[in-house]
Each structure stands twice: as C-alpha cells, then as structure tokens.
C-alpha cells in the first residue's frame, strides 16, 4: 500500500507540474495580449490627439487670418470716413 501510494504520488507530481507550465504559458500568453491591446489602445489615442491638435491649429490659423482681415477691413472703413 505504502508502495503503491508513492507510485501515484509520484505520477501526480508530474501531472501538477506540467498543469504548472501550461497555466505558465497562459498567463505569459495573457500578458502579452494585455500588453498588445494596451499598445494599441495608446496608438489610438496617440493619432486622435495628434488629428485633434491639427484641427484646433488649422482652426486658430484660420482665425487668426480672418482677424487679420477684419483689422484690414475696418482700418480701411476708418479711412474712407475720415477721408469724407
């Protein structure tokens, strides 16, 4: 009995030990996506801030431009009425 309970004592450990690697390499195999989709995730965010950041400056550019006509126009419209 004591010879038998060694056996499958001893054909468990093996057992145990490769459920051990295999719940190993599916928690390495775990991490890595959960690395990946992290990656991915600050990708996104990376190219929807930098198209954010190009409209806002396109936006203000073009802001700024239509200020500078307006300064042109009504500096135009201040001389033609002191001018009469």
């Known amino acids: 009995m004591s010879a038998s309970n060694r056996n499958s004592t001893h054909v468990a450990s093996p057992n145990t030990d490769q459920q051990g690697s295999q719940k190993g390499s599916t928690d390495e195999n775990s991490a890595q996506q959960l690395v990946t989709a992290v990656d991915e995730l600050l990708d996104q965010l990376q190219n929807r ?8 400056l396109g936006k203000l550019d073009d802001m700024s431009r239509r200020i500078d006509e307006l300064e042109t126009s009504i500096a135009s419209s201040r001389e033609s009425t002191q001018s009469t």
């Open 49 to 56: 801030f930098e198209n954010v950041s190009s409209e806002i």
